[in-house]
Each structure stands twice: as structure tokens, then as C-alpha cells.
């Protein structure tokens, strides 16, 4: 599994929000409520999509699939002048994250993860830090596409 540690500037963003949990996930509504108007939001800094999770202080160490978390549909913005009604802001900490790049469809992505937080996290120098998480859909993202690429970004601190 090949990742690159990386030191995150601060970052800005703009979408939608909804709680969930794991036993029921389902980000289908949240991303077609946000996809329309995405347009609406004049100060993007990038044509890039974060899918981001906020996780509650101890969530992957009391791992529980019916535990709530906020999950965000989003676009990185300069600044927080203009924000359409009915989205809202967040700011994503500067930070170190584990990056990991991602290919297939949606399919594939417990198995995934599961890689990262079962094998990748107990062996490596870091755990888990309480930031944000998210997945950076760009320009190679295609939805329930086999050949689909993203980025998937786990914050991370030393042992």
C-alpha cells in the first residue's frame, strides 16, 4: 500500500452536512443536495470535491458502526466571504496526513479501509488524530467507475 506522509496548510470549505453512522451510511442524499448547487459558491479555490468525515473524540478507538459522525460534501474556497443560504463552513486544521491513492469504485472501498486502520495505522510510527478525514475527488474521479481515482487522507500524529 503506497502512501506519502504530508503536512497539510490549513484549509477552507464550503457545502453540506448530515449526520450518519457506519451501520447505515448512505452519502447518496447529502451529495445530490450539494451537486446542484455546488455552482452557487463563487469563491472556489479549486474544481476539486471533498468527501470529509468529522469524527467524535474517540471513535476509532471505541469503534461502533451505530456511533454518529458529520459528513461533509464540500469545495476548498479562498475565504468565507460569500456562503450560499443553507451551507455552511469548516475549517480543516493544518496538520500531517497519511495520503493514500485510491482506484476502483465504491465497491472496494471497505476492504480498503479496512487496510489502512487494521494493517497500515498499528504498523506504522503514527495513529490517528482527531481531524478531519476526507477523500479529494478530482479530475480522475468518476463515479462507479472501475478505473475511478481519489485521495484518500487520514490525519495522523507520532506514537
Known amino acids: 500500500m503506497k502512501t506519502k506522509i504530508t503536512t497539510l496548510s490549513e484549509k477552507k470549505l464550503v457545502g453540506c452536512k448530515q449526520n450518519m453512522n457506519y451501520a447505515a451510511y448512505n452519502p447518496v442524499p447529502l451529495w445530490q443536495h450539494f451537486m446542484p448547487r455546488k455552482k452557487e459558491i463563487i469563491n472556489t479555490a479549486s474544481a476539486d470535491l471533498y468527501s470529509l468525515?468529522?469524527?467524535?473524540?474517540?471513535f476509532w478507538e471505541n469503534f461502533n458502526p451505530n456511533t454518529e459522525f458529520e459528513k461533509w460534501a464540500a469545495v476548498e474556497v479562498s475565504n468565507f466571504e460569500a456562503i450560499p443560504a443553507?451551507?455552511?463552513t469548516l475549517v480543516i486544521p493544518g496538520g500531517w496526513?497519511?495520503?493514500f491513492d485510491y482506484k476502483g469504485d465504491a465497491s472496494g472501498a471497505p476492504a480498503f479501509f479496512k487496510e489502512?486502520?487494521?494493517t497500515w495505522i498499528p504498523n506504522s510510527a503514527y495513529v490517528v488524530d482527531n481531524r478531519p478525514h476526507f477523500e479529494i475527488l478530482g479530475d480522475k474521479y468518476k463515479k462507479d467507475d472501475p478505473n475511478s481515482e481519489e485521495e484518500i487522507w487520514i490525519p495522523i500524529r507520532l506514537k
Open 116 to 118: 489502512i486502520f487494521g
Open 53 to 58: 468525515q468529522q469524527f467524535p473524540t474517540g
Open 97 to 99: 496526513y497519511a495520503v
Open 86 to 88: 443553507e451551507m455552511e
